[in-house]
């Protein structure tokens, strides 16, 4: 089974990424924004959120002792944070300045990995916050990393749709063309699997791409062989582009997240499907296992983590948690109700609402006078709580996503003053303002701008007005 025990929702916009260390767990968002919670409780840490990224945070990750966490982002630089007190350690630069999409700190924590829009991938010395070694990748933004347990070589993977593998001096030894619409995450397991015909063992690798599928791998690293992957298997179940893929800490579970915001999770011996989450109501963009125990995060573009617990003992092939937006939610049967109540923290209610009949439609229509006098709910802490919680889901339903048109792509924010650049994007006037003050690329295409005049979009910002008129009404 696995179980919705915990929802975050602190994040005013898309989450990113999500990363566990033994203590905490830590989360990044387009709202600029890492924030980190105690895995005791789920509650966040006094320091948290932290702030210091000019534009949207893309990727977390923790080094592997859990005290330093570093976070990259659109504004073309990794941070590393003290975990203990939030304390901003260092501001890695770049080079180009492109937005830096994915990092990881190496096995030994002696580097972090940068790879960024541009194709450019860098290792920094995290001792001397000094640029180690560079390169770049052939075409197309570095989307992805993954480091081997051993640290003697890395993955990269590009929007190109190639896999590389880079030795711990930033040689390139092999690149394979793995997913035709580009590479969007990749994960190597910390436990080798071995080949009982040759004597040899293989590190196990994940990748998803916009090709919606999620493939397995075999590599193999030798001196005397070189590197050598092997395809492995497609695991299907996705009918969308899949955007997050990562091994479980004993590497006997995959899990992935997609467009079709589905979290299904694998058994990585069989490739047979032993859960497929549906909670979340937006794209799922990234999903975690906790390296020693038995929870999972997941984040989507509707603003949520959610965290789940596993039961590792006895996964049951084909168990779903159902999606309640699949369902309006004055559609919902006294059971979906019930399960709703328990997402909620509200499970000791699923008695009264089913002696009482209440569905979709009835839970909608509650009021305080009925929870009182109906339901008999006597505590008034109890009544507000249920009617929060009911208040929420109202919210949910009639809430209306902003196109994603009129958002700034550099702010992730609704345009107030939208203006063209040469490079045929529309920004926000301020935002590209700050952004050419700095640089002379385009944030989009990572190209040069022929020229720095900005035109204003009127015809957008009518489009702006007009919706934002509607939503009023």
Not at 100 to 113: G, I, Q
Not at 130 to 148: D, E, I, Q, T
């Given at each position: 089974?696995?179980?919705?025990?915990?929802?975050?929702?602190?994040?005013?916009?898309?989450?990113?990424?999500?990363?566990?260390?033994?203590?905490?767990?830590?989360?990044?968002?387009?709202?600029?924004?890492?924030?980190?919670?105690?895995?005791?409780?789920?509650?966040?840490?006094?320091?948290?959120?932290?702030?210091?990224?000019?534009?949207?945070?893309?990727?977390?990750?923790?080094?592997?002792?859990?005290?330093?966490?570093?976070?990259?982002?659109?504004?073309?630089?990794?941070?590393?944070?003290?975990?203990?007190?939030?304390?901003?350690?260092?501001?890695?630069?770049?080079?180009?300045?492109?937005?830096?999409?994915?990092?990881?700190?190496?096995?030994?924590?002696?580097?972090?990995?940068?790879?960024?829009?541009?194709?450019?991938?860098?290792?920094?010395?995290?001792?001397?916050?000094?640029?180690?070694?560079?390169?770049?990748?052939?075409?197309?933004?570095?989307?992805?990393?993954?480091?081997?347990?051993?640290?003697?070589?890395?993955?990269?993977?590009?929007?190109?749709?190639?896999l590389t593998i880079w030795d711990d001096k930033m040689r390139c030894l092999y690149n394979e063309k793995a997913h035709d619409l580009g590479v969007t995450c990749c994960d190597i397991s910390s436990h080798p699997v071995s080949d009982s015909e040759n004597g040899v063992k293989y590190f196990q690798m994940a990748s998803c791409g916009q090709d919606n599928q999620l493939k397995l791998w075999l590599i193999l690293f030798a001196d005397f062989l070189g590197v050598q992957l092997k395809y492995k298997c497609t695991l299907n179940g996705h009918s969308a582009p899949v955007l997050a893929c990562a091994f479980s800490y004993d590497g006997r579970l995959i899990v992935s997240g997609s467009v079709d915001k589905c979290v299904i999770i694998y058994e990585t011996s069989t490739g047979n499907i032993l859960h497929t989450l549906s909670q979340h109501t937006r794209y799922v963009t990234t999903c975690a296992f906790a390296p020693h125990s038995p929870l999972l995060a997941t984040g989507s573009m509707d603003k949520t983590v959610h965290i789940w617990q596993l039961d590792l003992k006895q996964p049951c092939a084909g168990d779903t948690v159902e999606n309640e937006s699949k369902v309006a939610v004055e559609d919902w049967s006294e059971d979906d109700v019930s399960a709703w109540l328990c997402t909620q923290d509200l499970a000791d209610f699923v008695g009264l609402f089913k002696m009482n009949n209440i569905d979709g439609k009835e839970l909608l229509n509650l009021t305080k006078e009925s929870l009182a006098n109906e339901l008999k709910i006597e505590s008034l802490g109890l009544r507000s709580k249920v009617l929060q919680k009911i208040e929420e889901l109202r919210m949910t339903m009639i809430s209306v996503s902003v196109p994603d048109e009129f958002l700034c792509p550099i702010t992730r924010e609704l345009m107030n003053d939208p203006v063209i650049a040469t490079d045929g994007y529309s920004y926000e006037r301020e935002a590209m303002e700050n952004w050419i003050s700095n640089r002379r690329s385009s944030p989009m295409t990572n190209l040069p701008l022929h020229s720095l005049m900005l035109t204003p979009n009127r015809t957008l910002k009518m489009a702006i007005s007009r919706w934002l008129e509607n939503q009023q009404k």
């Open positions: 089974m696995a179980t919705l025990i915990h929802t975050l929702a602190d994040h005013s916009d898309d989450v990113n990424y999500c990363a566990f260390s033994t203590s905490c767990l830590a989360t990044c968002s387009l709202d600029k924004t890492i924030r980190v919670y105690s895995l005791s409780d789920f509650t966040e840490l006094p320091y948290s959120p932290l702030e210091g990224h000019a534009y949207a945070v893309h990727c977390c990750c923790f080094s592997p002792s859990g005290r330093v966490l570093a976070s990259c982002s659109t504004d073309g630089t990794a941070a590393l944070w003290d975990s203990r007190d939030g304390r901003r350690l260092a501001v890695l630069q770049q080079p180009g300045a492109s937005p830096v999409r994915v990092c990881r700190f190496s096995p030994d924590a002696a580097y972090l990995l940068a790879g960024a829009a541009d194709g450019s991938v860098v290792l920094w010395n995290v001792q001397s916050l000094k640029l180690y070694r560079s390169g770049k990748v052939k075409g197309g933004s570095l989307m992805a990393c993954a480091f081997s347990p051993n640290g003697n070589f890395f993955v990269t993977g590009s929007s190109s749709g190639d």
